[in-house]
T-cell receptor, first 111, second 111 residues
Framework: RKEVEQDPGPFNVPEGATVAFNCTYS??????FFWYRQDCRKEPKLLMS???SGNEDGRFTAQLNRASQYISLLIRDSKLSDSATYLC????????????FGSGTQLTVLP | NAGVTQTPKFQVLKTGQSMTLQCAQD?????MSWYRQDPGMGLRLIHY???????DQGEVPNGYNVSRSTTEDFPLRLLSAAPSQTSVYFC??????????FGQGTRLTVV
């Protein structure tokens, strides 16, 4: 079983749609969680950190369920510019190496 | 504020050649890492460092060497390039328990 699993997609949605991505992680000692965005042929960039209480940044909402070892990202009112691959990233507390990446979920927002 | 700088952006090598991918960060981060990204595989850790003079292996270290003589620099050396090392390479830096910042990547082709 992969340490971090994501539905690879692709998700093809019309502009204005709401889309949700899910991610599960296997190590219960995982402590920090992030969503990254990666545009085609570019480096991953931090979209948002995921906090235990859930957090929102504009059209983006991230949720964490520690009991189910599950992270989600919700994008409301999708824009064409949201088209990218979204990476779920998990970090073990105090670990030098254990920044573990999911394989990514590909999103295409259609006009 | 340059962040993480990688050079070169593109490189073509012949099988058996050696080369060094450069990575520098100006954020005074303790942790630096090298990843490779292949289609459908996500980001895989090659080597990482927790500070000057300290390096360790990731999940796919074979064929690569690293050193960390300063906080700022973390070069990755390919000893004898093989076609299986054709990939996109990303350098990243971070502080303990925080998100990683990535360089722009090096696209390497080994023929």
């Amino acid at each position: 079983r992969k340490e971090v699993e994501q539905d690879p997609g692709p998700f093809n949605v019309p502009e204005g749609a709401t889309v949700a991505f899910n991610c599960t992680y296997s190590n219960s000692a995982s402590q920090s969680f992030f969503w990254y965005r990666q545009d085609c042929r570019k480096e991953p960039k931090l979209l948002m950190s995921v906090y235990s209480s859930g957090n929102e940044d504009g059209r983006f909402t991230a949720q964490l369920n520690r009991a189910s070892q599950y992270i989600s990202l919700l994008i409301r009112d999708s824009k064409l510019s949201d088209s990218a691959t979204y990476l779920c990233v998990v970090l073990l507390s105090g670990s030098a190496r254990q920044l573990t990446f999911g394989s990514g979920t590909q999103l295409t927002v259609l006009p | 504020n340059a962040g993480v700088t990688q050079t070169p952006k593109f490189q073509v090598l012949k099988t058996g050649q050696s080369m060094t991918l450069q990575c520098a960060q100006d954020m005074n981060h303790e942790y630096m890492s090298w990843y490779r990204q292949d289609p459908g595989m996500g980001l895989r850790l090659i080597h990482y460092s927790v500070g000057a003079g300290i390096t360790d292996q990731g999940e796919v270290p074979n064929g690569y060497n690293v050193s960390r003589s300063t906080t700022e620099d973390f070069p990755l050396r390919l000893l004898s390039a093989a076609p299986s090392q054709t990939s996109v390479y990303f350098c990243a830096s971070r502080r303990l328990n925080t998100e990683a910042f990535f360089g722009q990547g090096t696209r390497l082709t080994v023929v």
